[in-house]
């Protein structure tokens, strides 16, 4: 069984900083792809960074030059540097882990279970 725990999220003023944490913990292999997803009330979950085991990153276009996304692939560990933050980053974050390779020659996804960031203006 593989586990997603995040940690971090809060209340923030806008111009301020958050950063995430998200550890995977089981038995694991690998793990292809790491990264988060967002979604605020009313809305579809949307994509906020990834970042494969090579170190490869992608970013949505809202959070570009604000956020940074990075990971420790001996912890099973991705982080979330959220700076400049805005009122419309308030959203529950979800830890997503893609293609997770288990010691039973399991392949799944598997999402965290989320952390509330709210940025009050």
């Known amino acids: 069984q593989v586990q997603l725990v995040e940690s971090g999220g809060g209340l923030v003023q806008a111009g301020g900083s958050l950063r995430l944490s998200c550890a995977a913990s089981g038995s694991i292999v690998s793990i292809n792809a790491m990264g988060w997803y967002r979604q605020a009330p009313g809305k579809q979950r949307e994509l906020v960074a990834t970042i494969t085991s090579g170190g490869s990153t992608n970013y949505a276009g809202s959070v570009k030059g604000r956020f940074t996304i990075s990971r420790d692939n001996a912890k099973n560990t991705v982080y979330l540097q959220m700076n400049s933050l805005k009122p419309e980053d308030t959203a529950v974050y979800y830890c997503?882990?893609?293609?997770?390779?288990?010691?039973?020659?399991?392949?799944?996804?598997?999402w965290g279970q989320g952390t509330q960031v709210t940025v009050s203006s």
């Open positions: 997503n882990a893609d293609r997770v390779y288990t010691i039973l020659g399991k392949l799944s996804d598997y």
